[in-house]
């Protein structure tokens, strides 16, 4: 999958920087989900301000992601993640120094952790700029695989949360991050092929272009199932099952590593086969998997083997497009990323808030997946209606040396 000419096209250091920044950002970003069933039994939370809770760190990591997708362009991707960096790490501090013991307290924390969920928009540009388009799908696969830190999160937030606290977990998660700001620090370099910084209209133009909305319909179903799942799964394990915390981290740890494994997979596959035929195959299966985990099976490992091949499916879709995008708008990755990862930022909390909501509702997140898997369809519909043009339209500026 990595060759020797891949190995030589780009630059490696800041490929790891961005993955590792990107990695630990995750991490922190579905925090609240991780400790989502200690923090609900802290503050005596409902199933919707559950839902609500672990909601709104994606949507606003997914507002956020359009301005930094636009600071990219115009002070670099280095400094723009330097800066969203010290502002987790301070808010990760801050919060565990004065405490929080309220729901409002709570949501705060949610909104400054939407900035480390922002950091999509910065660590797919630092390290797309130094590839060529034969090598956009595993350059970003790689990038993109830091989406694996919410693993992390589900892995370890909920055992010591139930050590030490989960107030200090918040607390501890400040480490990492500041490791992760030094390695970025010394080995991230920004492209010399850095495009030229445009006003705010002409970065706004491109919304006047169909194909961008396609990219962030597609990418909101892909990235928002993956992301909304994994700040959900513990939770939901939790309610249906009966698991204790700890145990429900780690299912939850195991579906969303499926998702974060199989992503620069995705990628690859997509530079063989082509984005299209790739993303295809992953909604189809995403769809059909969701559909079978509503009806909430009696047996527990038939429910983990349905996510783990959903959330499989998701993680591969988020690589193929993201092959894609700089095919077309390579000129634009900047603003492109923000916008698409702002539409997979408020496909996450779409079916974060309505599952919270279905199981406040009706007693069972049936509807919610039912709504999120039609949602899969209907992208794959719209993804046919335009696969032809896009085939025959992009061979301009080397696209033409990738499969599209």
Known sequence: MISKEFLKAGH???LFSAFLYFDMSFMV???LGALGVQI???LGLDPAQKGFMVALPVLAGALLRVVNG?????IGPKLSGAICQMIVIGGLIGAWAIGIDSYSHIL???FVLGVAGSSFAIALPLASRWYPPQYQGIALGIAGAGNSGTVLATLFAPSLAQAVGWQNVIGLAAIPLIIAFAVYMVFAKD?????????????MSVLKTADAWWFMAFYGVTFGGFVGLSSSLTIYFNSEYGLAAVTAGFLTAACVFSGSLLRPFGGALADRIGGIRTLSITYVVAATALVLVS???SALPVTMALLLVGMGALGMGNGAVFQLVPQRFRNEMGVMTGLVGMFGGVGGFYLASTLGLAKQWTGSYQIGLLGFAALALAALAGLTLVKSKWRTSWGMGGAQLARI
């Open 12 to 14: 490696a250091p800041t």
């Open 29 to 31: 970003w579905v925090l």
């Open 40 to 42: 609900a039994a802290t």
């Open 70 to 74: 636009v600071l990219v362009d115009r």
């Open 108 to 110: 705060m924390l949610g």
């Open 191 to 203: 492209s010399p092929e850095q495009p030229a910084a445009k006003t705010l209209p002409e970065y």
């Open 295 to 297: 009806f909430t099976p």
